[in-house]
């Protein structure tokens, strides 16, 4: 079963930065257009940016311009570049298929809590 193991979250303050990693067991990873998803407390859970197979990028309006999405299909690794955080960032972030169709079981997610 295809595992996806985040990592790289923590505790900052407003205006800082944190990078997380998504490792997945996925054999076809480097096909798969992948996305990082944030869910907050009593929110669903909504994507926030994407990347394909050709390192095309799409990010939600509320990340754009702090957020950068990369990934490395030689170590089947997703990443999540966040700077200039804001406490609205609060969440547990998750990474997994940007289709639906191709969707794995979720992982744990790497919690973020941005806070002064």
């Known amino acids: 079963q295809v595992q996806l193991v985040e990592s790289g979250g923590g505790v900052v303050q407003p205006g800082g930065s944190l990078r997380l990693s998504c490792a997945t067991s996925?054999?076809?990873?480097?096909?798969?257009?992948m996305a990082w998803y944030r869910q907050a407390p009593g929110k669903e859970r909504d994507s926030v940016a994407q990347v394909d197979s050709g390192d095309n990028t799409w990010y939600a309006a509320s990340v754009k311009g702090r957020f950068t999405i990369s990934r490395d299909n030689a170590k089947n690794t997703v990443y999540l570049q966040m700077n200039n955080l804001k406490p609205e960032d609060t969440a547990v972030y998750y990474c997994n298929a940007a289709l639906a169709r191709d969707r794995r079981p979720w992982g744990q997610g790497a919690q973020v809590t941005v806070s002064s």
């Open positions: 996925d054999s076809s990873f480097s096909i798969r257009p």
